[in-house]
């Protein structure tokens, strides 16, 4: 059975950083598309960063405005999320997924995955 276990969450001040991290097992890491996705309190769940396969294609969220970095360690099935100048409204819970059977493209807004952690809150508050 697939897991994906978040972490790396927390409290920080405006402007901060932040490191989330995915530690996925029960598949083969290096075979499934990565994503993060986020939810605020009263929203739906919001597409934020994607990562294939390899780690060599990245997408994004146009609300990130080049401010996280995705990335993968596939030796330690783990997707990272690296956030910088964090902002009040990025206070969400932040969901890691994967999906062995997903071709990620630039056309996608919001790419569907299969699998899905139990979340991590960030909170952005000073």
């Known amino acids: 059975q697939v897991q994906l276990v978040e972490s790396g969450g927390g409290l920080v001040q405006p402007g901060g950083s932040l490191r989330l991290s995915c530690l996925t097992s029960?598949?083969?890491?290096?075979?499934?598309?990565m994503g993060w996705y986020r939810q605020a309190p009263g929203n739906q769940r919001a597409f934020v960063a994607a990562?294939?396969?390899?780690?060599?294609?990245?997408y994004y969220s146009d609300s990130i405005e080049g401010r996280f970095t995705i990335s993968r360690d596939n030796a330690k099935s783990t997707v990272y999320l690296h956030m910088n100048s964090l902002r009040p409204e990025d206070t969400a819970v932040y969901y890691c997924?994967?999906?062995?059977?997903?071709?990620?493209?630039?056309?996608?807004?919001?790419?569907?995955?299969?699998?899905w952690g139990q979340g991590t809150q960030v909170t952005v508050s000073s």
């Open positions: 997924a994967a999906d062995p059977n997903l071709t990620l493209t630039k056309t996608m807004t919001a790419p569907h995955f299969d699998y």
């Open positions: 029960g598949t083969i890491f290096s075979i499934n598309a």
């Open positions: 990562v294939d396969e390899s780690g060599d294609n990245t």
